[in-house]
């Protein structure tokens, strides 16, 4: 089997590496110090419909297929992970609101999500809970024709920004979806800084004190939160870490390459020492194998194939473990310009790590696909629901 690009997604890829190279590679580092991506950067974003990829265009958006939308995602994570997380979050919303939102939602919401005039953001995790999703600890009330949220989210990728968050909370033990403005009165965001990586995705953290929003604002129904609402958005924000992780890793190749093509030690060039050329061998082929993946989860994605969710663990995970590994190789071969912000390579490694964390670390994806695993050799009719089930592990 030939796996190649259609024309219009070869051309699509040349315009998102072009814009990525023209108007976030010169910037990237100095997005990162500041913790901060500009307002004109989001828009430009917005302009060339990047907000609105997973829409229909009923809704505004430009109704990507799943390998040119992964494309997309490495492409902006070769440039910046910080501004390819905007994507993934906000994606992981319109996408969301798509499948489960009522009408209303859809009409009102969804073409401005898909222009840009509305930035939305995720919210899931908490101070005390991350992995264990079904765990969350805030709380909504019906009280008359609202719901009263109280409760505490952390690590927002771009709660700072955000008009809409997408909250999940518990409402007479059910896990629930619901739409909150960020003027909802009882709500109060928090920036977060100093982090390790992707420092210019403007994290927030999200306190909900008597936070009154309106019934309409539930998304699906109650108790559909996670099984339904959350693992489809997840499940969408893995493959865009993936594709990102893959992007990540080709821009340390890139990096390599570039380097020692004109670093000399010990009288040649870098790439002339055995070692070198061993370590650049198996970023080769580690990113090539990643990128593959992606293709896979994608091409099942595109389909409709349920495989498809297992498929994007499995790039989820071998993409970020190898994207961290090339990055750590990359700072290696750079020495101790690698350790500096002269270089984006210190970047990378940092902004990798974050990769195996962010939608489902590492242990989480090893834990759900091992479970897979089993189950596909004992039950392989029972597998795809076995998994599916393990999704609310974030």
């Known amino acids: 089997m030939k796996i190649e690009l259609t024309t ?5 890829q040349a315009e998102f590496r072009a814009f990525v190279d023209e108007e976030v590679i010169p910037y990237a580092n100095s997005y990162d110090q500041e913790e901060r991506t500009p307002t004109k950067l989001i828009e430009n974003l917005a302009q060339l419909g990047y907000l609105g990829a997973v829409l229909p265009k009923e809704f505004g958006g430009i109704a990507m297929d799943m390998i040119t939308y992964g494309i997309l995602n490495e492409e902006i994570g070769r440039g910046c992970s910080s501004l390819r997380s905007l994507l993934t979050v906000h994606c992981m919303v319109t996408y969301a609101l798509s499948k489960w939102g009522n009408k209303y939602q859809k009409e009102y919401w969804l073409p401005k ?85 992707v420092r210019a995705s403007m994290l927030a953290e999200l306190q909900f004190q008597d936070c009154r929003i309106p019934q309409e604002n539930l998304v699906g129904k109650l108790g559909f939160g996670f099984s339904y609402v959350a693992s489809s958005a997840l499940d969408y924000g893995r493959y865009s870490v993936a594709w ?32 070198i050329r061993q370590i650049i061998t198996e970023m080769i082929a580690n990113v090539k194998a990643a990128r593959l993946l992606c293709y896979q989860a994608g091409y099942l994605k595109e ?37 500096t912000s002269e270089y984006s390579v210190a970047r990378y490694l940092r902004d990798a790590k974050i990769m195996e964390i962010i939608e489902g670390s590492t242990q989480i994806q090893q834990i759900t696909i091992a479970d897979y695993g089993y189950q596909e050799y004992m039950s392989p009719s029972a597998s795809t629901v076995i998994y599916q ?3 609310v592990r974030t």
Request: hydrophobic share 40%; proline share 3%; net charge negative.
């Open 244 to 275: 990102g992780s893959v992007g990540i890793a080709q821009a340390c190749l890139e990096a390599c390459i570039h380097y020692t093509n004109e670093r000399k030690q010990f009288g040649v060039y870098l790439k002339e020492h055995q070692l």
């Open 389 to 391: 089930n393990l999704l």
């Open 8 to 12: 219009q997604q070869k051309d699509a």
């Open 113 to 197: 999500l898909a222009s840009g005039e509305k930035i939305a953001a995720f919210a899931l995790s908490e101070p005390n809970v991350g992995s264990d999703a079904k765990s969350i600890e805030t709380t909504a009330t019906v009280s008359g024709d609202s719901y009263i949220l109280n409760g505490h989210k952390k690590w927002i990728t771009y709660g700072q920004i955000a008009d809409i968050f997408l909250v999940f909370a518990q409402c007479s033990g059910k896990p629930s979806a619901f739409l909150v403005e960020k003027n909802s009165p009882g709500l109060t965001i928090q920036p977060i800084s100093g982090m390790l990586g």
């Open 303 to 339: 389909i409709g194939d349920p495989n498809s969710i297992v498929e994007t663990s499995i790039a989820k995970y071998f993409a970020s473990t190898t994207a961290t590994k090339i990055a750590n190789d990359t700072v290696q071969i750079h020495g101790a310009n690698g350790c």
